[in-house]
């Protein structure tokens, strides 16, 4: 089992700056893919960014890439999301994912790869 806490949504205007926290537990967190993850309202919930169990890939969605940064810190077992130039289409519930993995390069982009879930932090952006 593993347990995500996300932390450090908010509030924030159009143009500004929010970085998400997700501290994972009950696994070698070195050994776990991590994902992240958005549900705008009444929207389905889509992908944002994940990074591979080593951190060395990442890969984002189009409609962040140049904005957010994945990252994580397998010492402090967090990944993080850094989100720059926030948009008020970025306005949703965001989640962070992980699953267990063999491979220290591969990253996974579906839903249905991640295995845990967190219980959402929700970010807002006004106009």
């Known amino acids: 089992q593993v347990q995500l806490v996300e932390s450090g949504g908010g509030l924030v205007q159009a143009g500004g700056s929010l970085s998400l926290s997700c501290s994972a537990s009950g696994r070698t967190f070195s050994s776990i893919a991590m994902g992240w993850f958005r549900q705008a309202p009444g929207k389905e919930r889509r992908f944002v960014a994940a990074i591979s169990r080593s951190g060395g890939s990442t890969r984002y969605a189009d409609s962040v890439k140049g904005r957010f940064t994945v990252s994580r810190d397998n010492a402090k077992s967090t990944v993080y999301l850094q989100m720059n130039n926030l948009k008020p289409e970025d306005t949703a519930v965001y989640y962070c994912?992980?699953?267990?993995?063999?491979?220290?390069?591969?990253?996974?982009?579906?839903?249905?790869?991640?295995?845990?879930w967190g219980q959402g932090t929700q970010v807002t952006v006004s106009s």
């Open positions: 994912a992980a699953r267990t993995t063999y491979s220290d390069s591969y990253y996974y982009t579906a839903q249905n790869d991640y295995n845990y």
